[in-house]
Nanobody, 115 residues
Framework: QVQLVESGGGLVQAGGSLTLSCAASGMTISLGAMAWYRQAPGKQRGLVAIILSGGTENYTDSVKGRFTISRDIAKKTAYLQMTSLKPEDTAVYYC?????????WGQGTQVTVSS
């Protein structure tokens, strides 16, 4: 059974940096897509960044140049490096995996950016 566990969220000042981690079990992350989504209060959950099985990365426009998604296949962990954080980046961040035709979600980690 696939399980995803996020860590690394917290409170940071605007302009600061955070790195989120997503530890996966029950899957080979190089054979699936790993992604980060976020959901701010009163808003729908939306895609932030995705890394496909072949390593291709894609980002939503608002984080391009500031966020970087990566993965460590041996550690079965995906990361989201976030720099130049803005108050509008405040949200619960969720790790997502698409593997063997199914979608899996982590429990989410809160990121709060103060102005």
């Amino acid at each position: 059974q696939v399980q995803l566990v996020e860590s690394g969220g917290g409170l940071v000042q605007a302009g600061g940096s955070l790195t989120l981690s997503c530890a996966a079990s029950g899957m080979t992350i190089s054979l699936g897509a790993m992604a980060w989504y976020r959901q701010a209060p009163g808003k729908q959950r939306g895609l932030v960044a995705i890394i496909l099985s072949g390593g291709t990365e894609n980002y939503t426009d608002s984080v391009k140049g500031r966020f970087t998604i990566s993965r460590d296949i041996a550690k079965k962990t995906a990361y989201l490096q976030m720099t130049s954080l803005k108050p509008e980046d405040t949200a619960v961040y969720y790790c997502n995996a698409i593997y063997s035709g199914r979608a899996y979600w982590g429990q989410g980690t809160q990121v709060t950016v103060s102005s």
